[in-house]
Structure formats: structure tokens, C-alpha cells
Nanobody, 114 residues
Framework: VQLQASGGGTVQAGGSLRLSCTPS????????RGWYRQAPGKQRELVAT???????NYGDFVRGRFAIFGDNVKNTMYLEMTKLTPEDTAVYYC?????????WGQGTQVTVSS
């Protein structure tokens, strides 16, 4: 099972980005999926999660700026990020819980310039 993440890049403060994560099997195979991020010199932190029931959870720092959702037809999970600040600069990793194992994507760099 693999996860393919994409969509990172460089954006100015106040801008938006959409990250994508496509698994190698049906997205509904995973009980929980979402995104973490890791900034240089900092620990990995939770950004957002979503389960098969559609319940979502966000890190405190998100403050309504991000949205996690899925497209069943494209079998892809998205993280829509708005009002980005330089503090959002990090490598973003998608993950998915499959059986009793957590699968990680390869990470995609998000850089927000001031």
C-alpha cells in the first residue's frame, strides 16, 4: 500500500495551496487518514484527519484556515490551505491507517514567503 502526495510549492503569505494524497487502493480501505507536518527543528504535528464517517479533526493552529476532504471518484484526499503564513512552512505528510499499520506518503514541501 502506498500514498502519493503532491501539491506543495511556494506561496506568498495570505495565499492558498491544495495538497493531494492518492492511495494505491480504495481510500475507504483506511479507517483514518490525514496530514501531519514537520518544520525544520520542530517535531511532527497533526494538521488534520478525516475518517470514513466524514468526521474531521484539526490542529489548534489551523483556526478554520484549512479543510480536509476527499473525492471518492478520484480516490484522492485533499488538504485545502488558505490564509497561509510563514509559520505554515513545513514538509507535509499524508498518512492513512490500514489495518493496524500507519502508512505514510513521501512528504511535500510547503514554503510560505513573507
Amino acid at each position: 500500500v502506498q500514498l502519493q502526495a503532491s501539491g506543495g510549492g511556494t506561496v506568498q503569505a495570505g495565499g492558498s495551496l491544495r495538497l493531494s494524497c492518492t492511495p494505491s487502493r480504495s481510500i475507504f480501505s483506511f479507517s483514518l487518514r490525514g496530514w501531519y507536518r514537520q518544520a525544520p527543528g520542530k517535531q511532527r504535528e497533526l494538521v488534520a484527519t478525516i475518517n470514513n464517517g466524514g468526521w474531521t479533526n484539526y490542529g489548534d493552529f489551523v483556526r478554520g484556515r484549512f479543510a480536509i476532504f476527499g473525492d471518492n471518484v478520484k480516490n484522492t484526499m485533499y488538504l485545502e490551505m488558505t490564509k497561509l503564513t510563514p509559520e505554515d512552512t513545513a514538509v507535509y505528510y499524508c498518512f492513512a491507517d490500514y489495518m493496524d499499520v500507519t502508512i505514510w506518503g513521501q512528504g511535500t514541501q510547503v514554503t510560505v514567503s513573507s
